[in-house]
Each structure stands twice: as C-alpha cells, then as structure tokens.
C-alpha cells in the first residue's frame, strides 16, 4: 500500500495561533487525500477531501475558513488550522487514496491547544 | 446514507483465545467496499483487509480471517490465538460514494477497543 507521512507528529500551541500540518505521499501520486479528526475513544471523522489542484470537498459542519485544506501537488496536503482554540485540541490524520477504493493513512498528528 | 455499527465497544479476551469482533453495515448501493482497520495505541491506522460487495468469498491471513454476509450485511473479524500485540482499537469501515478522481469516502464505525491479556 501507499505509504504516508505526516508533520509533526505533535504540536502544542497557544490559543489564538495558526498551526499547519503536512501530510505527503511518499510513493503515491494522490490525485485525492482526506483529512480527518479523531476525538479521544472515538472513531474517525471526516473533515474534507482534499483535490489535487482544486478546491477542497467540506463535509457539514466543517468551518472551511478555519480548516484551510491546501492540495498543491501529487504528493502533498497540508491542513491549516487558524486562531486555533483548546476545542480544536484533537488528533488529525490524512490518508491516501492508494487505488480506487483503499485508503492509507498518515500516523497522525496531535494538536493540544492551550 | 451508509452507517456502519460495531455493537462492542470493548472486549478483553486471554492470550491465545480467539476473538470475533463484529461489523454490521448498511448502505443502499449494490456496489461497495468493506475494510476493516488496526488502531494501535501509536495512533496510526493500519489497513488489514477490502472486500467488495460481490465477493463474499471468506478470507483467512494468518491468525486473522473474516466473514463476509451480504444476506446479514455483516462483515464479522475473527482473531485466532490471540496475542497481546493484537491489542487495539479495530475499525470496520464501508465505502461507497465517488469522491473523484478515483476515491471514495469511508464511513468508520466507532470501533472496537480489544485488550489481550498476557
């Protein structure tokens, strides 16, 4: 499978800050890349689909201006989470299409915000 | 809408005894992937498993199999001899909606939190 990395893997930062998170496909051209947040126990949610070249797919109830999504070539993503605040505090995770139909995804990053 | 349930939320099973966790899926498309997924305390998914709708040819890896039903919609995960690094957070997944460019959306279930107990 695709295999993907993600930057940092931890973050702390202080409320009011902007935090960008990379998440690049190491040996994968991904034409689309997802962003998803997890809170503690439970399970995945999506945030968006990030398209290569193009604006970003928003799920409901996901502020686009406040989780800018930045697709800018085959390999990289990066997730930007602006005036961050402690209930933005969670784990993010990308993943990679690595066929038509299986996502791989990224180890994740954990953001604590002050 | 698709919507995935895994009705355990937490087993403990030990070493060496064999585990089922169950994935009850539904979904209106006669065409879809089901996957199934390995948490570990670090964090990362780890992809174990796709099936898609008109195979349900059942799949054995190892200590792992899995038991597919179209006629129960479950998409039921058996570890064999269970050992403590099997010890994670199990997601069962579906995958149905095209989201371009050749990717689809996957739908998780809440998991499954399983604890091996040396």
């Known amino acids: 499978g695709a295999v993907v990395s993600q930057h940092p893997s931890r973050v702390i930062c202080k409320s009011g800050t902007s935090v960008k998170i990379e998440c690049r496909s190491l040996?994968?051209?991904?034409?689309?890349m997802f962003w998803y947040r997890q809170f503690p126990k439970q399970s995945l949610m999506l945030m968006a689909t990030?398209?290569?070249?193009?604006?970003?797919?928003?799920e409901q109830g996901v502020e686009k201006d406040k989780f800018l999504i930045n697709h800018a070539s085959l390999t990289l993503s990066t997730l930007t989470v602006t005036s961050a605040h402690p209930e933005d505090s969670s784990f993010y995770i990308c993943?990679?299409?690595?066929?038509?139909?299986?996502?791989?995804f990224g180890p994740g990053t954990r953001l604590t915000v002050l | 809408a698709q919507k995935v349930t895994q009705a355990q939320t937490e087993i403990s099973v030990v070493e060496k005894e064999d585990v089922t966790l169950d994935c009850v899926y539904e979904?209106?498309?006669?065409?879809?992937?089901l996957f199934w997924y390995k948490q570990p305390p670090s964090g990362e998914l780890v992809f174990l498993i796709r099936r898609n709708s008109f195979d349900e040819q059942n799949e054995i890896s190892g200590r792992y199999s899995w038991n597919f039903q179209k006629s129960t919609s479950s998409f039921n995960f058996t570890i064999t001899a269970s050992q403590v690094v099997d010890s994670a957070v199990y997601f069962c997944?579906?995958?149905?909606?095209?989201?371009?460019?050749?990717?689809?959306?996957?739908?998780f279930g809440k998991g499954t939190k399983l604890s091996v107990i040396p």
């Open positions: 040996d994968f051209q991904a034409t689309t």
């Open positions: 997944a579906l995958s149905e909606a095209y989201s371009g460019a050749g990717s689809y959306q996957l739908t």
């Open positions: 979904t209106r498309d006669t065409t879809y992937y």
């Open positions: 990030s398209n290569e070249g193009s604006k970003a797919t928003y």
């Open positions: 993943s990679v299409s690595g066929g038509f139909d299986t996502q791989y």
